[in-house]
């Protein structure tokens, strides 16, 4: 019998006591039910938007930027000024693209936030806060229904607050929180290096494009060489969506992993009706993300149709290839270049098609194109293979983590 089994046999023989989320913690945000204020207990933490929260970045810092997306950074005492927080919280984000145990955090420290929903627990005699965060990841799929939009979605917070959460005797918590941390940190270590592999790849990959060595390449306009326009989106989209076989391939920022090259397939279809309320785009087009995560382009390998999350750019062959494009738009002086053009809409930073359309890049000759992008395949290809067991073992581990982490939050209702 494992140490957990022994301490839910002595301690939790009948079950264990569930507790609506609202009374045993305490979020930053009021919310509009007058009985639930009576009860709920608020706290605040100022906020900034996602451009205005990674301009803080700093090498060396040693205060967290808590975004409510996947990029992460650090900035200084000194820059964080007023929006300097200290605490163990967990957080989920107030506007997502992404399933949102992409995006749930939990942190302990010096942090400036962005705008996050962030709970911690009303009694750590009662409730452990990491306990609390390891059983929010186990709920993420039942929290994602409580978001709602087409394009960037937001949650019903009422919905949050009314789902109930086993409380076991504390050392039952620790135990499961240890168990669970074990898992994370050998993910975590395995996640470094293959990040730290990725970052060496793209190093090389900018100092083979011709974005700073070649003084005679012409540069042209991505608005000059291609046609881009923005995504619709059919509201309300859950009019539209069908199961259809014959139905449009709706294609959302949630269904691609962020170190994909193409798209091959979506989760969902919409209707003829839907696709004529949206952008239609075809194999072989650019899609780029315009918010949250944006900038990152994506090759079709699909006929379908995108939402305003999405930009799409076409009609470039007679100037740049397509692999090329894909090479030079995931570049970090160009990823850099939309990072300063990107506006905001509301609290979420956006990339419009004009910005895109004023984007400059270097344009060789497409024998030249050719030439770069041989190199360019072939050290990718050394730099998949250096890195293949380990995101499969990045997976294997999740998906064990998963399973565990499920398994260990079930308890029998007293």
Known sequence: MSKLEELIEELCPNGVEYEPLWSVTIWDKKFNSVEREKQLKVISYPYLLANDLFALEQENGNVFLLSTGEQTGWTTEALAGNYLCEGEVVTIPWGKSRDVTDCMKYYKGKFVTADNRIAISSNTNILLNKYLYYWMMSQGKLIDKFYRGSGIKHPNMKDVLDMHIPVPLLPVQREIVRILDNFTELTAELTAELTARKRQYAYYRDIILPLNNYSNVKWISLGDMATIVRGASPRPIK????????????????????????????????????????????????????????????????????????????????????????????????????????????????????????????????????????????????????????????????????????????????
């Open 239 to 414: 009019n539209f969506i069908t199961d259809d076989a014959t139905g449009y391939s709706w294609i959302k920022i949630g269904d691609v992993s962020p170190f994909s090259k193409y798209i091959t397939s979506t989760k969902e279809r919409i209707t003829k009706d839907g696709a004529e309320k949206s952008r239609y785009v075809k194999t072989g087009d650019f899609i780029l993300s315009n918010s949250m995560s944006f900038g990152r382009p994506f090759i079709l390998k699909i006929n379908g149709c995108i939402h305003d999350g999405w930009l799409s750019i076409s009609n470039f062959e007679k100037y740049v290839t397509t692999d090329y494009l894909y090479y030079i738009l995931l570049s970090a002086p160009i990823q850099k270049e939309m990072a300063k053009k990107a506006s905001f809409g509301g609290a979420v930073q956006n990339l419009n098609a004009d910005s895109v359309k004023a984007i400059t890049i270097p344009v060789p000759s497409l024998k030249e194109q050719q030439k770069i992008t041989t190199v360019l395949d072939h050290f990718s290809e050394f730099s998949t293979d250096l890195t293949s067991g380990l995101p499969a073992e990045i997976e294997a581990r999740k998906k064990q983590y998963e399973y565990y982490r499920d398994k260990l939050l079930t308890f029998k209702e007293a």
